[in-house]
């Protein structure tokens, strides 16, 4: 009978020669085991193991001195191909997101020690996952910049890594300017991360103002403005400041441009009711499909408080031509 080629359950292998990974350095290492019928994508590591030319098992050394979890998550990723953090491996404690993030970053660069290109793509691909999640953890990430921290980042990686580049540019989508400032004038952050923010802000200019361009071009949105309003005496609209009756609500869209490249549709509903009174507003109920609306409704949970005497609601993407415009103005 053929032996079979299906590696053994993690913390369960049964073969005589497991490969032993040594992870650290001479001193204060951490050994961890797997099963040698995994599949191994590290350059590293299968350089290490043809390498072996002593008795016993396969020992592969691999020197490593910033986190001892970094090992542990790659150990886990070897048999799920999921990348596992602090937070993970404790679900009894508090979440952390903020060191979730360190461990993702750390795990990206463990994959650079021990050329394993694939894990990268795996952490580099669950780090962008939660910068771009709805309700992400952009503020998490955010209080993770650093001196110690970006000084581990910077003096590990080439100026060139993705992992510099993307910290950079996520700082510029998601921070503040305060804390451009923070950071520029911290002693201790590297000056090679304050030149590196200057580049993806150059970056981000330049993209901004190429989407710019390009929707003028294709869409000549310009400031056009189109006016809805129900059907109405002649003699009614004249009444009110707004041109529609007392207390009608007279709706506006105007075109934006989106910081994405992404036409949005900014609807102001102007009343002359006080700011202090709540009123009942047609809310615009849109399908989740973008560029297209279904109705306009009356809700009972449209119940709000005026600011000023405007209220916004913006939807992207959504169809000018579905609002049947009566007018420009």
Not at 109 to 129: H, N, V
Not at 169 to 181: K, R
Request: proline content about 7%; overall charge positive.
């Amino acid at each position: 009978m053929a032996p079979s080629t299906t590696p053994c359950p993690k913390g369960r292998c049964i073969c005589r020669n497991k490969v032993v990974l040594r992870v650290g350095s001479e001193a204060d290492h951490t050994a961890l085991e797997i099963c040698p019928k995994l599949p191994v994508t590290s350059q590293h590591l299968m350089n290490g193991i043809k390498a072996w030319k002593g008795d016993g098992r396969p020992v592969v050394e691999i020197t490593w001195r910033i986190g001892a979890d970094s090992p542990l998550s790659y150990h886990h990723w070897l048999y799920t191909r999921v990348i596992q953090t602090r937070t993970d491996r404790e679900p009894q404690a508090p979440k952390n997101p903020g060191l979730d993030f360190c461990d993702i970053i750390l795990a990206w660069m463990f994959g650079g020690t021990i050329k394993d290109e694939q894990y990268q793509d795996t952490a580099m691909s669950a780090l962008i996952a939660r910068l771009r999640a709805p309700f992400g953890e952009q503020a998490h990430f955010l209080r993770t910049i650093n001196a110690l921290y970006i000084k581990g980042v910077h003096n590990n990686l080439h100026e060139t890594s993705p992992l510099r580049m993307l910290v950079a540019d996520a700082v510029v989508w998601f921070g503040s300017p305060d804390l451009f400032e923070r950071v520029k004038h911290d002693d201790g952050m590297p000056k090679s991360f304050v030149a590196d923010l200057m580049d993806a802000m150059r970056r981000e200019r330049d993209r901004l103002s190429a989407a710019l361009k390009r929707i003028q071009t294709e869409h000549d949105f310009g400031s056009k403005k189109v006016r809805f309003a129900p059907s109405l005496p002649a003699e009614q609209e004249k009444q009110g400041g707004n041109g529609f009756a007392e207390n009608e609500p007279a709706m506006l869209a105007e075109l934006v441009n989106h910081k994405e490249s992404i036409p949005t549709r900014r609807f102001e509903i102007r009343t002359a009711i006080p700011h202090r009174c709540r009123q009942q507003l047609p809310v615009p109920m849109f399908s989740s499909r973008p560029g297209r609306v279904l109705r306009w409704s009356i809700s009972k949970s449209a119940y709000c408080y005026f600011r000023g005497n405007v209220i916004d609601y913006a939807q992207q993407g959504t169809s000018i031509n579905s609002l049947n415009p009566m007018k420009s103005g």
